[in-house]
Each structure stands twice: as C-alpha cells, then as structure tokens.
C-alpha cells in the first residue's frame, strides 16, 4: 500500500517546524499593530482556521495572505517549491478574490528568509542551467520509501525577495531572523533526541 504524503500532520517536523515560523511572524506583525500610532494602520494580523482560507495569515494591510513554509532550497538546484495543488488554490484565490498570497521560505540551510508574491512567481523566468520556471515536477512514487510524492511547482530562487524587501513590505523593524533560526535549530534537536 503507497502511503500519501502532504497531509497536514501535526506530529511531522514539517508541521511544527510551520508553527514555530508561523507564530514567530504573527508576533512579529501583532508588535508592529500595536506599537503603530495611526489608527487607520492599527490592523491585527489574522490566523485563519486552519483550511479555511489560504495561507498561514492575513495582513490587512498589506491585503494578502502569508504562507510561511520552513525548507531548504533543492540541493542540486537554485530553486524552492510548494505542492503544485497549493499554488493552483493561491492562483484561484487571487483570479476569483484579487487577493494576493506573500510565499515566505525560511530556509535553515541558509539562514535566510526569502520569498514573493505568487502573483510576482508565477511570471516565467528562464534560468540558463535549468529552464523555464516556475517548473512543475510530477507526482511520483518513492519505491524504495514506498510514499507517493506530490506534484511540486519549483519557484527560481532569483525570483525571490530578499530579508530587507520583506521588512519593507511589511513594514516591520527585523524579522529577527537570528532567533527565528535558533528555535528551528532546538525545535530539530529535540526531535532529534526523541527518536
């Protein structure tokens, strides 16, 4: 029997190594809300039921959801991706909604959080080593592992955003990446330790 993966555990490292970025970020934007003195930009950060919207949280204003995804970029490639499925609901989103999704990575490779809109991902980029993105592997079988792998849709890394522009966009002091990392690190020790 083929296991399936993407399903939303909350007992993978994936999920809550998700939380810790996730509620790092929503702290992040809760301060901002709070320490801004303007009440026309006084707007609370909301965390959506879980399925019920996508994305992690919406930032009124800046009118868009924040997906927050905690992974490396391909070894082998420059270029990071989502679930091909989740891309195609942000697409039907913004087509049906126009409201944008702002796909943060935060890559513990690297040390570094980059990302963009998926309205600004989804225009073609052609890459001299690799093509044509965003590039969009099929779903596949890990026989060795016996798991059915998603369908992922690759994002070039050239199209992402660096640290200052999403402080920037978000109009925050620091995403204080330092310590976003250090939890990380603790949270894949820990677990690391329980197996």
């Not at 992040?28 to 992690?56: C, F, W």
């Not at 965003?134 to 998603?150: A, F, G, Q, R, T």
Request: proline share 6%.
């Amino acid at each position: 029997m083929v296991k399936r993966r993407g399903k939303k555990l909350t007992n993978t490292p994936e999920y809550k190594y998700g939380v810790i970025f996730e509620l790092h970020i929503a702290d992040i934007l809760r301060k901002r809300a709070q320490n801004t003195t303007s009440k026309s930009k006084r707007h609370m950060p909301y965390i959506p039921v879980e399925g019920a919207e996508p994305g992690d949280i919406f930032c009124p204003y800046i009118g868009a959801f924040i997906e927050l995804k905690v992974k490396p970029k391909r070894l082998m490639y420059p270029d990071t991706g989502i679930n091909t499925s989740v891309y195609k609901t942000y697409k039907e989103h913004w087509e049906e909604k126009a409201i944008d999704t702002l796909l943060l990575f935060a890559d513990p490779e690297l040390n570094k959080v980059y990302g963009n809109y998926i309205t600004k991902l989804w225009i073609p980029y052609n890459s001299k080593d690799n093509g044509e993105y965003p590039l969009e592997e099929e779903s596949h079988i890990n026989d060795k592992e016996n798991i059915k792998h998603p369908s992922i849709t690759y994002f070039h890394l050239d199209s992402m955003e660096d640290e200052q522009w999403i402080i920037n966009e978000l109009g925050i002091m620091s995403l204080n990446q330092e310590a976003l990392f250090k939890e990380l690190a603790n949270m894949k020790i820990k677990l690391e330790a329980s197996k």
